[in-house]
């Protein structure tokens, strides 16, 4: 932290309605924010409670007035700045993001502008949210339909994605005229108040968006779920814990969109160029140490040339270098905990157990110059088969199980073959292929001849039970918007 060009962005205490709220150092009102590299602690941190999210909610509630008042270019103004701030401060925002969550430093920057551009991106989607105008049944009326912004919106995000995640959501719900509360992970605050500090310093009012930080993730849950002053709840993390989520916001009738987990296909067929097939591989499962929703679960090669693409592929994963990610050189950070390690582990193990073949890695790394309980080595597993631990559960981990399929319907049934349907990716050549398979995959997003999918103008999102809602694009406005007809009587 002291290598920080501007240190006035690390920040910690919750930013609820243009303050930061100073919880004091009493009565466990702290609790400590680790680097998963060295298992430092980093900063210790105000525990906000549920009295704490309340008063974000009541600040969004009361600016939100004000700032669906503005037009959509002042908003767009305001967006900009911030966004413009966030790129200024990339290299900050990438070493915080770095210290707190553990991903390669080169990466995390990459996140930053990647959270950035849905900001960009939104403030000028902001601008085209159109009505209709429908032709009426009878000569002595009109009907118009508007749109209008649902309101308070609140939000969970997940560790993976400390950035990214929160810019997603926040950037459409500011854009649509709604305000925002958001609690993020407790392993990695930091990067959400950095934001908040940029964003007032954008100009964005007080109490439009609003940063809790505590370790009562029930009890904070409850309020931005069932407050009946929250309009909107949006939520990225693991299935099982948005089904409680939904249920909870069932109780007040709220708008709701998931992003869930993901059991993603990676498919290579014989004609695919195979060299290709393996540079996209390594990108989608190994980066952010295989701790990402969209990233490869299963690889799934046709018989043809599944010997030639697994020597590849596991000679290009040899090289990856694992360690801190402030290290030069570094692929592969951290695991968020040693928990998650041991999780990991017990999928590998267990697949081993029931007929799969270790290629590469398989144990904890050994890692210079750092505590090693949060370090996976890249590993490999062939002779999987689709229903073994590690190919029918979402591995969260630096893994790769490769599966031999015969035929392409095969790869289908087996691509689908599971709960999940949020991303998929294929490599193919024969057109035909291409568009029957893209088209029978039970997914929302599916990577042509492509292992990195996401970006702003595209909208993100799976189906199934990997959620609903898309985030980016121009659909992604849409969750944040309400539709509203006025039938206009009389004219006659």
């Given at each position: 932290?002291?290598?920080?060009?501007?240190?006035?962005?690390?920040?910690?205490?919750?930013?609820?309605?243009?303050?930061?709220?100073?919880k004091?150092?009493?009565?466990?009102?702290?609790?400590?924010?680790?680097?998963?590299?060295?298992?430092?602690?980093?900063?210790?941190?105000?525990?906000?409670?549920?009295?704490?999210?309340?008063?974000?909610?009541?600040?969004?509630k009361g600016?939100?007035?004000?700032?669906?008042s503005?037009?959509?270019?002042?908003?767009?103004?305001?967006?900009?700045n911030?966004?413009?701030?966030?790129?200024?401060?990339?290299?900050d925002?990438?070493r915080?993001?770095?210290?707190?969550?553990?991903?390669?430093l080169?990466?995390a920057?990459?996140?930053?502008?990647?959270?950035?551009?849905?900001?960009?991106?939104?403030?000028?989607?902001?601008?085209?949210?159109y009505?209709d105008?429908?032709?009426?049944?009878?000569?002595?009326k009109?009907?118009?339909?508007?749109?209008?912004?649902?309101?308070?919106?609140?939000?969970?995000?997940?560790?993976?994605?400390?950035?990214?995640?929160i810019?997603?959501?926040?950037?459409?719900?500011?854009?649509?005229?709604?305000?925002?509360?958001?609690?993020?992970?407790?392993?990695?605050?930091l990067?959400?108040?950095?934001?908040?500090?940029?964003?007032?310093?954008?100009?964005?009012p007080?109490?439009?968006?609003?940063?809790?930080?505590?370790?009562?993730?029930?009890?904070?849950?409850?309020?931005?779920?069932?407050?009946p002053?929250?309009?909107?709840?949006?939520?990225?993390?693991?299935?099982?814990?948005?089904?409680?989520?939904?249920a909870?916001?069932?109780?007040?009738?709220?708008k709701?969109?998931?992003?869930?987990?993901?059991?993603?296909?990676?498919?290579?067929?014989?004609?695919?160029?195979?060299?290709?097939?393996?540079?996209?591989?390594?990108?989608?499962?190994?980066?952010?140490?295989?701790?990402?929703?969209?990233?490869?679960?299963?690889?799934?090669?046709?018989?043809?040339?599944?010997?030639?693409?697994?020597?590849?592929?596991?000679?290009?994963?040899?090289?990856?270098?694992?360690?801190?990610?402030?290290?030069?050189?570094?692929?592969?950070?951290?695991?968020?905990?040693?928990?998650?390690?041991?999780?990991?582990?017990?999928?590998?193990?267990?697949?081993?157990?029931?007929?799969a073949?270790?290629?590469?890695?398989?144990?904890?790394?050994?890692?210079?110059?750092?505590?090693?309980?949060?370090?996976?080595?890249?590993?490999?597993?062939?002779?999987?088969?689709?229903?073994?631990?590690?190919a029918?559960?979402?591995?969260?981990?630096?893994?790769?199980?490769?599966?031999?399929?015969?035929?392409?319907?095969?790869?289908?049934?087996?691509?689908?073959?599971t709960?999940y349907?949020?991303?998929?990716?294929?490599?193919?050549?024969?057109?035909?292929?291409?568009?029957?398979?893209?088209?029978?995959?039970?997914?929302?997003?599916?990577?042509?001849?492509?292992?990195?999918?996401?970006?702003?103008?595209?909208?993100?999102?799976?189906?199934?039970?990997?959620?609903?809602?898309?985030?980016?694009?121009?659909?992604?406005?849409?969750?944040?918007?309400?539709?509203?007809?006025?039938?206009?009587?009389?004219?006659?």
């Amino acid at each position: 932290m002291d290598k920080l060009n501007d240190k006035s962005l690390l920040k910690q205490h919750s930013y609820i309605n243009g303050q930061w709220l100073n919880k004091g150092k009493v009565d466990n009102a702290e609790f400590s924010v680790v680097n998963p590299a060295t298992n430092e602690v980093l900063i210790k941190v105000s525990n906000a409670g549920v009295a704490d999210a309340e008063l974000a909610v009541k600040a969004a509630k009361g600016a939100l007035k004000g700032w669906s008042s503005k037009s959509a270019n002042e908003r767009a103004v305001l967006l900009r700045n911030w966004f413009n701030l966030m790129m200024q401060h990339q290299d900050d925002l990438g070493r915080i993001l770095t210290l707190e969550q553990g991903k390669p430093l080169a990466e995390a920057k990459g996140e930053i502008a990647y959270g950035a551009s849905f900001i960009e991106w939104f403030a000028e989607e902001g601008k085209r949210v159109y009505g209709d105008t429908i032709p009426a049944p009878s000569s002595d009326k009109r009907i118009i339909v508007i749109k209008q912004p649902v309101g308070v919106v609140a939000s969970i995000t997940p560790w993976n994605f400390p950035n990214a995640m929160i810019a997603r959501k926040a950037a459409a719900a500011l854009a649509a005229g709604c305000t925002f509360v958001g609690r993020p992970a407790t392993q990695t605050p930091l990067s959400a108040l950095a934001m908040a500090e940029l964003a007032e310093r954008a100009g964005i009012p007080a109490g439009v968006f609003n940063i809790v930080i505590g370790e009562d993730a029930k009890g904070i849950g409850k309020v931005l779920t069932q407050h009946p002053d929250v309009a909107k709840f949006t939520f990225t993390g693991s299935t099982a814990v948005g089904k409680t989520l939904i249920a909870q916001c069932a109780t007040s009738v709220k708008k709701v969109s998931m992003e869930l987990g993901g059991n993603a296909p990676f498919i290579v067929f014989n004609d695919a160029d195979i060299d290709a097939a393996v540079e996209g591989a390594v990108l989608s499962k190994y980066r952010n140490a295989g701790q990402t929703c969209v990233c490869t679960n299963r690889i799934l090669v046709q018989q043809g040339i599944a010997r030639e693409f697994t020597e590849k592929f596991t000679a290009a994963v040899a090289k990856l270098v694992t360690g801190n990610g402030l290290t030069d050189g570094v692929f592969i950070g951290p695991m968020i905990s040693s928990s998650a390690v041991d999780n990991v582990n017990k999928l590998v193990q267990d697949s081993i157990n029931a007929g799969a073949k270790l290629e590469l890695g398989g144990a904890k790394a050994q890692v210079v110059d750092g505590v090693t309980n949060n370090f996976y080595q890249p590993t490999i597993l062939s002779q999987v088969t689709n229903d073994m631990p590690i190919a029918a559960n979402e591995i969260f981990g630096p893994v790769s199980p490769i599966i031999s399929f015969e035929t392409e319907q095969d790869a289908i049934n087996m691509a689908n073959d599971t709960e999940y349907g949020l991303a998929a990716y294929f490599y193919a050549r024969d057109i035909g292929v291409i568009w029957r398979v893209a088209e029978g995959l039970e997914y929302g997003m599916v990577g042509i001849n492509e292992g990195l999918i996401s970006n702003a103008a595209a909208p993100f999102g799976g189906v199934k039970q990997s959620g609903s809602g898309r985030e980016g694009s121009k659909y992604g406005l849409d969750d944040y918007l309400e539709t509203k007809y006025l039938c206009m009587g009389g004219l006659d």
